[in-house]
């Protein structure tokens, strides 16, 4: 509780359930902390939600909004402030879950300020950003998971401008990192009404397309809102702990957690 507490401190963020529930959802799938890789599709600068659920300790991000205005000659200063940026992400545009608007992401300036901000907010130490590609850039930072004793150095690979609906047409960059393995898939954002909002585990054959180069580690995770097209190869989790928090209100964005484990559907 001695980092939501500071989080709260440092954020005006106010409802502990939904930040207490990502926890245990970690507490489910990854309580040793053995799993290390993960990818978020759609995923904003959502570092708060992506951390608390997986303890990863490499992450894979990919959003359609560019990373940094600053790289095409802009340096008009952002329109959100930071104070605001945690008043509508808690709110989730009043559903709740603790998500961000594209329009919000938009009126920070670029994605590099918010999740900064997230970062800070965590804890995160000796936060470094550097662009390493058109497109791509490395967040490195130090940072101690709630109630473990010792620090991990953590990386988030962000690749930014690129069309989710479209999983072949991924970087080959980001297809080569998936084809490597992958110990989380993290979805939260599939069904904004911004079209390219439509991640992989949307219809029309997407999911099929990612799965066609992304390897799952064994035991592999998929935190979602909602079933992919095709779960063979999956198990739901259902956990009494989780459903309790549900009932309690606690939501992964606009919806509860749907929490899938690689191996024993055939």
């Not at 609906?165 to 960059?173: I, Q, T």
């Not at 809102?225 to 989780?242: H, K, R, Y």
Request: contains cysteine; negative net charge.
């Amino acid at each position: 509780m001695t980092m939501i507490n500071g989080f709260c401190e440092a954020t005006g963020w106010r409802n502990k359930t939904c930040l207490k529930y990502w926890m245990a959802i970690r507490g489910v799938i990854n309580p040793g902390g053995k799993k290390k890789v993960g990818v978020y599709p759609c995923s904003g600068a959502d570092v708060l939600a992506f951390l608390l659920t997986t303890d990863a300790e490499t992450g894979y991000f990919i959003d359609c909004i560019a990373f940094t205005d600053r790289e095409k000659g802009n340096s008009v200063p952002p329109a959100v402030d930071r104070s605001y940026y945690w008043k509508h992400k808690e709110a989730g545009g009043n559903l709740g879950g603790g998500f961000s608007w594209t329009v919000l992401l938009q009126s920070t300036g670029d994605l590099a300020i918010p999740l900064r901000w997230e970062l800070e907010a965590l804890g995160a130490e000796d936060v470094s950003i550097v662009r390493i590609g058109e497109g791509v850039h490395r967040i490195d930072f130090g940072w101690s998971y709630p109630g473990d004793d010792y620090k991990k150095t953590r990386s988030i690979v962000f690749f930014s401008e690129v069309d989710t609906r479209f999983p072949l047409e991924y970087p080959e960059r980001l297809k080569t990192l998936l084809a490597n393995g992958i110990d989380f898939y993290v979805e939260k954002a599939a069904k904004d009404h911004y079209a390219q909002y439509n991640a992989p585990l949307d219809w029309s054959g997407r999911w099929q397309q990612f799965n066609s180069y992304t390897v799952f580690n064994p035991g592999g995770i998929i935190i979602t809102t909602q079933m992919p097209e095709d779960s063979n190869g999956f198990d739901l989790i259902d956990d009494g702990v989780l459903r309790e928090f549900e009932r309690n209100g606690a939501k992964f964005g606009v919806w509860p957690a749907i929490l899938l484990k690689a191996g024993a559907i055939t």
